[in-house]
């Protein structure tokens, strides 16, 4: 049974760098796209991009010159960076695996884990 | 960008009942790359539907999923207690991928 767990601070201070881990476990990170999503209280489902587990990515362009998706294969993790954060990017970040069976669909999710921008 | 568009906001329904959400691509989506979601309060969402109609590993058959094009169904045949939730549909065909604003089927 796949297991994805987010990991890293719940509180960063405005134009500081958001960073979180996504840690894979019961099965390889290769052969799969990884996603994060995030969440604002109250508020849905965002998606913020994507990694192939051979390093190429897509961002969501509302977010794309904030973001930078990564991946260690070697310690079946994936990564999360979002520079400049403002309370705006006060959510619960998810990570999720990208299934490919028909299509591309979020099939394993992360508990999540919230975010708070606050001085 | 594909807006994809839930309705409606909310659902009062009773057990027993039938729940149908509606879900509307801005622009034709590949009944590949939809899938339909559940999330309950404080959990993540768990995948019911992709490919617009196969269900994932687990989920009773109540749930069903149907559509094309533009127009996607998910049919709730009999609403379960522990089915009253947020459901959200998401497009993955085009990029950036997008989610419906969600569905909240709440007890009538």
């Known amino acids: 049974q796949v297991q994805l767990q987010e990991s890293g601070p719940g509180l960063v201070k405005p134009s500081e760098t958001l960073s979180l881990t996504c840690t894979v476990s019961g099965g390889s990170i290769s052969s799969y796209y990884w996603s994060w999503i995030r969440q604002p209280p109250g508020k849905g489902l965002e998606w913020i991009g994507y990694?192939?587990?051979?390093?190429?990515?897509s961002y969501n362009p509302s977010l794309k010159s904030r973001v930078t998706i990564s991946v260690d294969t070697s310690k079946n993790q994936f990564y999360l960076k979002l520079s400049s954060v403002t309370a705006a990017d006060t959510a619960v970040y998810y990570c999720a695996r990208v299934g490919i069976l028909i299509g591309y669909y979020n099939d394993y999710w992360g508990q999540g884990t919230l975010v708070t921008v606050s001085s | 960008e594909v807006v994809m568009t839930q309705s409606p906001d909310t659902l009062s329904l009773s057990p027993g009942e039938r729940a149908t959400l509606s879900c509307r691509a801005s622009?034709?989506?590949?009944?590949?790359?939809l899938s339909w979601y559940q999330q309950k309060p404080g959990q993540a969402p768990r995948l019911l539907i992709y490919?617009?109609?196969t269900r994932a590993t687990g989920i009773p058959a109540r749930f069903s999923g149907s559509g094309s094009g533009t127009d996607f169904t998910l049919t709730i045949s009999s609403l379960q207690p522990e089915d009253f939730a947020v459901y959200y549909c998401?497009?993955?065909?085009?990029?950036?991928?997008?989610f419906g604003q969600g569905t909240k089927v709440e007890t009538k």
């Open positions: 990694i192939y587990f051979s390093g190429s990515t």
């Open positions: 490919g617009a109609s």
């Open positions: 998401q497009q993955n065909y085009n990029l950036p991928w997008t």
């Open positions: 622009q034709s989506v590949s009944s590949s790359y």
